[in-house]
């Protein structure tokens, strides 16, 4: 069956970095489309970043210029650079595959203190 395992989140000060990564098994990776979602307490889960098969981005008008989506077809793997992090970054950050359906990771929280 399809498998995402997302790494790669913690704690940071505000202006720092992190780099999420998402490993994707079970399926053709380079057919699918990948994107990073976040939900914060409170809050319906939002679209980040999304990268098709073909390597075209597209991001949230908040992160755009800030977070970076890539993907590595050897490695069957998803990254999310975010740069100049800030408090209302925080949140558990979700990876989704898009392959027929779509297929979530279980989440990997991200924390940006002020």
């Known amino acids: 069956q399809v498998q995402l395992v997302e790494s790669g989140g913690g704690l940071v000060q505000a202006g720092g970095s992190l780099r999420l990564s998402c490993a994707v098994s079970g399926t053709t990776f380079s057919s699918a489309a990948m994107s990073w979602y976040r939900q914060a307490p409170g809050k319906t889960r939002e679209l980040v970043a999304v990268?098709?098969?073909?390597?075209?981005?597209d991001y949230a008008g908040s992160v755009k210029g800030r977070f970076t989506i890539s993907r590595d077809n050897a490695k069957n793997t998803v990254y999310l650079q975010m740069t100049s992090l800030r408090p209302e970054d925080t949140a558990v950050y979700f990876c989704?595959?898009?392959?027929?359906?779509?297929?979530w990771g279980q989440g990997t929280q991200v924390t940006v203190s002020s």
């Open positions: 989704n595959c898009f392959i027929f359906r779509d297929y």
């Open positions: 990268i098709n098969r073909g390597g075209t981005t």
